[in-house]
């Protein structure tokens, strides 16, 4: 029972690179999210999604992409990377009716 | 807008001591989920304890309880009989009860258990 696998598990960028951290469960969850985790900050929403095709925006979505095409998979895009975007990142999904969030093992990213 | 704050950024106690970590929280909700979430160095975040608001009832698991005052707005973890594995950032988190799944977490309180 694989959960929530996120890819990759670090990543270096430059700045003004893109690139796609990939997130995909297999539990049949209709809500998946993406976080960011910075010291002292706690983990904060990026942007979710409550099914295929339907997406809206969290607490820091700016510099960030999503798209929904399957139950499965999440991804997030970071168009042109900055150094603010220095952090890491969490997948997480739960059924629509909750209350249990599932992550996967996070991804370090770091753009220099 | 709901916000969580844990006012404790580190603590240190010994093996098989108690602890407690605190966390507050604001909302105008009525119907609303509270967790405490641990991630120890492997980075994963791992559901520790989770309890319905309109539960009078403090949940418990094993060494792990809370102290829910509801009107207080007050969430606090007690750790029992410490353990060495229990050394990992703690983060107290809040979600709605309905619409989007959406969690607003604290900033997390770094704790370390001392052999």
């Known amino acids: 029972n694989a959960g929530v696998t996120q890819t990759p598990k670090f990543q270096v960028l430059k700045t003004g690179q893109s690139m796609t951290l990939q997130c995909a469960q297999d539990m049949n969850h209709e809500y998946m999210s993406w976080y960011r985790q910075d010291p002292g900050m706690g983990l904060r929403l990026i942007h979710y999604?409550?099914?295929?095709?339907?997406?809206d925006q969290g607490e820091v979505p700016n510099g960030y992409n999503v798209s929904r095409s399957t139950t499965e998979d999440f991804p997030l895009r970071l168009l042109s990377a900055a150094p603010s975007q220095t952090s890491v990142y969490f997948c997480?999904?739960?059924?629509?009716?909750?209350?249990?969030?599932?992550f996967g093992q996070g991804t370090r990213l770091t753009v220099v | 807008a709901q916000t969580v704050t844990q006012s404790q950024p580190e603590m240190s106690v010994q093996e098989a001591e108690t602890v407690t970590l605190s966390c507050t929280y604001d909302?105008?909700?009525?119907?609303?989920?509270l967790f405490w979430y641990k991630q120890p160095p492997s980075r994963q975040m791992i559901l520790v304890i989770r309890q319905e608001a309109y539960k009078q009832q403090n949940a418990t698991e094993n060494r792990f309880s809370v102290n829910f005052q509801k009107a207080a707005k007050s969430f606090s973890l007690k750790i029992s009989d410490s353990q060495l594995g229990d050394t990992a950032m703690y983060f107290c988190?809040?979600?709605?009860?309905?619409?989007?799944?959406?969690?607003?977490f604290g900033q997390g309180t770094r704790l370390t258990i001392n052999p």
């Open positions: 997480a999904s739960s059924r629509l009716q909750g209350p249990e969030a599932f």
């Open positions: 988190a809040f979600m709605r009860g309905q619409g989007a799944q959406k969690l607003v």
């Open positions: 909302t105008s909700e009525n119907n609303y989920y």
């Open positions: 999604s409550v099914g295929a095709g339907i997406t």
